[in-house]
């Protein structure tokens, strides 16, 4: 599976913004997906997951009530839809891959995409 993320952007405190990641492969349904961000400095983190049939979301504490992971089997797509954005949710954001139910634990994901910058501005 190959996974390519797109959406990135600066965007002002208090706005939306929706990333996507699409994959490749016929086999995109059987994997649950997740969201990691990784800020300047930081560690890696979780942000959401979804299980391979969207019946199932899990969520940071962090992003609960803003953020909104879906997907579409059909298109192969995963999107994050992100609201009342803040400026500590800036980082570069990781969509990934795994055979897990869901997880917010990144080894337990086997694919990443490259990455997609978010920044926001205060």
């Known amino acids: 599976v190959q996974l390519q993320a797109c959406g990135g952007g600066l965007v002002q405190a208090g706005g939306s913004l929706r990333l996507s990641c699409a994959a490749s492969g016929r086999t995109f349904s059987r994997y649950s997906m997740g969201w990691f961000r990784q800020a300047p400095g930081k560690e890696r983190e979780f942000v959401a997951a979804i299980s391979w049939t969207g019946s199932n979301t899990y969520y940071a504490d962090s992003v609960k009530g803003r953020f909104t992971i879906s997907r579409d089997n059909a298109k192969n797509t995963v999107y994050l839809q992100m609201n009342s954005l803040k400026p500590e949710d800036t980082a570069v954001y990781y969509c990934?891959?795994?055979?897990?139910?869901?997880?917010?634990?990144?080894?337990?994901?086997?694919?990443w995409g490259q990455g997609t910058q978010l920044t926001v501005s205060s």
């Open positions: 990934a891959a795994g055979r897990a139910t869901i997880s917010a634990i990144g080894s337990d994901y086997d694919y």
